[in-house]
């Protein structure tokens, strides 16, 4: 069945590092969305992406969608402690069908 | 309103209960989904409806059973569930159509089977 893998599993960052997590699917997605879930807390949507090779930016997160449509990234610009939590990638393959990545947790020392 | 909610927050039932999750949302959305998540692991999708029918099953055993009485209102009524199902169970929302939205979550039922 379809699989959405993200790389890193963790990561831990220094406050002011930069990171990226990475996204790929097994098939060809239809869109992308981008969650972010603090610890005991639920998934909070960050962003969609729809068009091939699609970039959008949100202050100091920038995200991007490959040209294939099979894998996207989250790059955070200088973090900062309240980034910290799960991130999530969720591939569309049909109406209301997502299936969430594997997700990376970022930890951010201050 | 951007807030959808959940009831109970925790449940412990035994292995021969019978309980109701519960879920409500007042954005005017029409299609709702059941997600369970296990500690540590992303959510995966168990049901989704779609103006009140449902249009997703993801395999999904029969000791969970749907139910949407209303656009509003989205019930997971368990029966007859194993350890194996303790997990939080998150409910979500979004604009219904062919279109891709955003889903808003729940705060999630945290469920534990003895």
């Known amino acids: 069945g379809q699989q959405v893998m993200q790389i890193p599993q963790y990561q831990h960052v220094q406050e002011g590092e930069d990171f990226t997590t990475y996204c790929n699917s097994s098939t060809t997605l239809s869109n992308i969305q981008w969650y972010k879930q603090r610890p005991g807390g639920h998934p909070v949507f960050l962003i969609q992406l729809v068009k091939s090779g699609e970039v959008k930016k949100q202050k100091r997160l920038t995200f991007q969608f490959g040209e294939a449509k099979k894998n996207s990234s989250l790059h955070i610009t200088a973090t900062q402690t309240t980034d910290v939590g799960t991130y999530f990638c969720?591939?569309?393959?049909?109406?209301?069908?997502?299936?969430f990545g594997t997700g990376t947790r970022l930890k951010v020392l201050a | 309103d951007t807030e959808v909610t959940q009831t109970p927050k925790h449940l412990v039932m035994g292995m021969t209960n019978k309980k109701s999750l519960k879920c409500e949302q007042h954005?005017?959305?029409?299609?709702m989904y059941w997600y369970k998540q296990k500690a540590k692991k992303p959510p995966e999708l168990m049901f989704v409806?779609?103006?009140?029918?449902?249009?997703i099953n993801e395999s999904v055993p029969s000791r969970f059973s749907p139910e949407c009485p209303n656009s509003s209102l989205l019930n997971l009524h368990l029966h007859a569930l194993q350890p194996e199902d303790s997990a939080l169970y998150l409910c979500?929302?979004?604009?219904?159509?062919?279109?891709?939205?955003?889903?808003?979550f729940g705060p999630g039922t945290r469920l534990t089977v003895t």
């Open positions: 954005m005017g959305h029409r299609a």
């Open positions: 969720a591939g569309g393959s049909g109406t209301y069908k997502y299936i």
């Open positions: 979500a929302s979004s604009q219904g159509g062919v279109s891709s939205y955003e889903q808003y």
């Open positions: 409806y779609s103006y009140e029918k449902l249009s």
